[in-house]
């Protein structure tokens, strides 16, 4: 059963996520993900007093919530940054028992109208997790060439009018700059031919996917995604757990194709035979846990959430 932060953010497949860590009260666990510490919680609540849990978030507000929340518990420690520079955060580069990614946007993060992200509110248009870092999704759009802006909508959303709101998009700003998302959500509906109702597309705001391709890239998640699973694969003692709940295809691809590759010998193949010194250094514990009835209807963002576990095996490989 999951619970609800104090901020109205429920954590997804909470007990997957805890039974998954396999949490030890005198274990070392991180948090690359902490938005408003629901599964975080669950593992201090389940550390002794030896217990250690690591938490970072590139979101301020978030790690203003935890310092609040968990700021005077001497067994939590707290880092503003991207799961991504992990290795580069001593306390955790100690060895870990656990690392947790829970990807994407938090609640808090999509109701707030000032953040930008959610096409149903109108704000600015910023998108950034890290809204005191890097480029909003405003400055993006006033300046990436059309065919950038194309590439963006289909490689990260799948939006297939992709060309048609990219030329709409460069036409607009030449005459308006784009600043809201309002005004972006009502361009793209206005060249976005209406799907048939009943459909996938009838049902879904035409927004829907250029506002989620726009937020991936602003936020490099994919590639901050690559490079926090190569760092939690570092952290990690033999025996830690890492496990990742992905709310995106290309997410769930990263995420089990990295395991299978540090799990499993390549298959061999006319040109490439098998990898004759291929160690497996992950082991994989189950495959793709999605969330159950009673929690979609509960929690309808978990209808999209995957969770993949997978364990470090010692040096040598054995399990
Ligand atoms: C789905 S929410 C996590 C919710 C959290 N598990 C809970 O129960 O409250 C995702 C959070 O991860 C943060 N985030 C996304 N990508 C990140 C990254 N690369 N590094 C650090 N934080 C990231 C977001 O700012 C957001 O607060």
Redesign the pocket.
Known sequence: MERA?TSG?L?VLYREVLDGLAVRAAGRYLD????????ARGVLEQLGPDGRLLV????PE?IEVARRDFGGDPRVSIFHG???QMGQWDAAAGGLDGVLL?????SP?LDEAGRGFSFGKDGPLDMR?DPTSGESAAEWLARAGEQEIADVLWTLGEERHSRRIARAIVERRAATPLTGTAQLAELIASVVPRGKPGSDRGRINPATRSFQAIRIHI?R?LD?LHA?LEAALQCLKPGGRLAVISFHSLEDRIAKQFINRHAKAPPANRRMPVEPDFVPVLRAIGGATRAGDEETASNPRARSAVLRVAEKLPAGGAA
């Open positions: 932060t953010h954590p690359g993900t902490f938005g408003r510490g629901g599964h970072m978030d590139k979101d978030a991207s799961f991504a829970d990807l994407g946007v938090s993060q997790m936020n998640e901050d926090g």
